[in-house]
């Protein structure tokens, strides 16, 4: 399993890849955000530079020309770069072409394995289901990740399934499970991974000893 972290915080990536285990990183516009006032494709730039792996940057356009005219200015930011596409009718297409012209992207913003299965006939190399997002209205999130992990296999469908809006250690594990080919994780519930109150308790002992 693959993991990437969620994020656009500098100093949370370069301590993530420093562990050895970071295969890539997502961003959305609302984590480019919280880093307040950065000029956007220095900042994804600036990730590139710290993580060797696939670096989702999201396009803000909602109709077709203006996706394809941001994702090819992202292409040119580094060769890292995967272009992150909403789950719309104008995405899909985008998705098509974009896969046409050999651009790698992430499709974002799913919630049900119908909507994977448009993403996946239409070329996408990732797909992103929000399992939180889908925990936080009562459903179950995990459904989704075992649905299209289920359609994707009947089909052989390449694309590969990137468990997002994690919360916490056990939807990472579930995601696993699940057979999730990544998990996309806030950099604290990386270290989260490591908490067990065991572990602290016999070091402590062995320490001592
Ligand atoms: C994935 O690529 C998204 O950036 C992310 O996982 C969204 O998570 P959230 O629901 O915690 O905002």
Not at 131 to 144: C, F, K, Q
């Amino acid at each position: 399993m693959k993991f990437f972290v969620d994020t656009a915080d500098l100093d949370d990536i370069q301590e993530a890849n420093d562990m050895g285990i970071l295969d890539g990183v997502t961003t959305n516009p609302s984590l480019v955000k919280e880093q307040g006032n950065v000029d956007f494709h220095e900042h994804v730039f600036k990730i590139c530079e710290i993580v060797d792996g696939d670096v989702s940057a999201e396009v803000t356009a909602t109709d077709f020309d203006g996706m394809m005219e941001e994702a090819h200015t992202l292409t040119q930011v580094h060769e890292n770069v995967v272009v992150k596409i909403p789950l719309i009718k104008e995405g899909i297409k985008a998705l098509r072409a974009l896969d046409e012209e050999g651009i790698e992207t992430n499709c974002t913003l799913c919630f049900s394995p119908s909507q994977a299965l448009l993403a996946a006939k239409a070329g996408a190399d990732y797909i992103s289901p929000f399992l939180g997002r889908v925990d936080d209205i009562s459903a179950d999130g995990m459904t989704l990740v075992e649905e299209i992990r289920e359609i994707y296999d009947n089909y052989d469908f390449e694309t590969e399934i990137l468990a997002a809006s994690i919360r916490h250690p056990t939807h990472v594990k579930r995601a696993a499970l699940a057979g999730a080919d990544v998990a996309t994780m806030p950099f604290e519930t990386l270290i989260d991974l490591l908490d067990h109150p065991l572990t602290d308790r016999g070091l402590e002992r062995f320490l001592a000893d």
